[in-house]
Structure formats: structure tokens, C-alpha cells
């Protein structure tokens, strides 16, 4: 069952609940036997309220993070893992809408921006504005890469290439398990 989560105003309430087990530690990916795809209660259903303004932090312990984000979650956001491709339904998910970090519910990309780049993973041309992700010089495992982080939470998204479409030519490869999807209103 999908729960709803009122983002930004007055009825927040923590964005996640822990849910399956994935026992992933720094560096080690998750087992085969827990990259399934995602199921539904992997990710809340959000309706997005006034977005907090660009500047704006939100900081927290690790046990803080734990408690707020499923170990998934936990393993990309928090200590810059990658999921395996095609393993979470964003990377299919076609509706008009707003993707939100799932750490802390900043609007980072828009639904206009997505595209099919055969790669498994949600990828997109832009952040839904300047300053909403950060982007940073990732050397790990011998590659020189750029990492994309959301810019209130300091959460790993993904990483960013300079081979995507018009109109920007970047590509945007993010981890779907570290967003949550606000589907437009209608």
C-alpha cells in the first residue's frame, strides 16, 4: 500500500519508513537475491507543497538518516552506492510529474526533462533548477567522473555524462531508489 506524504507544509511527516532488508555496507553492493525490482511500498506516493527555498540545509545524524530512509535508500544516498539497473520503477515511469529527493523531498528533476537512455536508470538533460543538485569530481574506482548530489541534503544521486540529448547534451543518470515521484496534478 502506497502512503501519501504532504511535503513542505504543515502536514509533513517523516518522508520514509524502513522496509526490507538489503544489508549493504560502504563499498559492497546489494546481493543478487535483493535486487529484485522494487515493489510499492519502496517508495511513498508524495504531493508536493511550496518547495523549500535554494540555500536551504537539512542535516542529520546517521542514526537520524537510518531511521528516515530504507536501507536501500540509505546504501545510495548516504554512502554513494548505484543500484542495478532496470531495479526501480522510476526508471519506467512515464506520468507528468515532479521527481523529489527521497532523503529530504527537494524537488530535483521535472518529468519534461526525462528521456529513454537505455542505460536502466532514470536519466534526464537538467535539474528542475539551478541550484537544486550539486555536482562534484568523483575519482572512485580508477574513472573520473562527475557526481550529482541534491544540494539541501548532500545525498548521492547518481552521475552525470556529457552524451545526452538536446538541448543540453548531458545525461543525467540518476538512482531511481534515491527519488520519490510527485505525479502532476490533473
Given at each position: 500500500?502506497?502512503?501519501?506524504?504532504?511535503?513542505?507544509?504543515?502536514?509533513?511527516?517523516?518522508?520514509?519508513?524502513?522496509?526490507?532488508?538489503?544489508?549493504?555496507?560502504?563499498?559492497?553492493?546489494?546481493?543478487?537475491?535483493?535486487?529484485?525490482?522494487?515493489?510499492?511500498?519502496?517508495?511513498?506516493?508524495?504531493?508536493?507543497?511550496?518547495?523549500?527555498?535554494?540555500?536551504?540545509?537539512?542535516?542529520?545524524?546517521?542514526?537520524?538518516?537510518?531511521?528516515?530512509?530504507?536501507?536501500?535508500?540509505?546504501?545510495?544516498?548516504?554512502?554513494?552506492?548505484?543500484?542495478?539497473?532496470?531495479t526501480d520503477r522510476t526508471w519506467d515511469e512515464h506520468r507528468a510529474g515532479t521527481y523529489v529527493c527521497a532523503g529530504c523531498g527537494a524537488p530535483l528533476f521535472a518529468s519534461a526533462t526525462k528521456f529513454e537512455s537505455g542505460t536502466g536508470w532514470p536519466s534526464f538533460t537538467a535539474p528542475i533548477e539551478d541550484g537544486r543538485v550539486l555536482e562534484d569530481a568523483d575519482t572512485a574506482f580508477g574513472m573520473v567522473r562527475t557526481e550529482v548530489l541534491c544540494a539541501r541534503c548532500n545525498g548521492h544521486l547518481g552521475h552525470v555524462f556529457p552524451d545526452g540529448p538536446e538541448p543540453t547534451g548531458l545525461r543525467y543518470c540518476i538512482n531511481g531508489v534515491a527519488m520519490n515521484f510527485a505525479p502532476a496534478e490533473e
Open positions: 500500500m502506497q502512503r501519501r506524504h504532504f511535503l513542505f507544509g504543515l502536514a509533513s511527516t517523516p518522508l520514509l519508513a524502513a522496509c526490507g532488508s538489503l544489508g549493504c555496507s560502504r563499498g559492497e553492493a546489494p546481493s543478487a537475491s535483493s535486487t529484485t525490482a522494487s515493489s510499492e511500498s519502496d517508495h511513498d506516493e508524495v504531493v508536493l507543497g511550496p518547495a523549500p527555498p535554494i540555500g536551504d540545509r537539512l542535516v542529520l545524524t546517521e542514526a537520524e538518516w537510518r531511521e528516515r530512509l530504507t536501507e536501500a535508500q540509505y546504501y545510495v544516498l548516504r554512502e554513494k552506492g548505484t543500484e542495478r539497473p532496470y
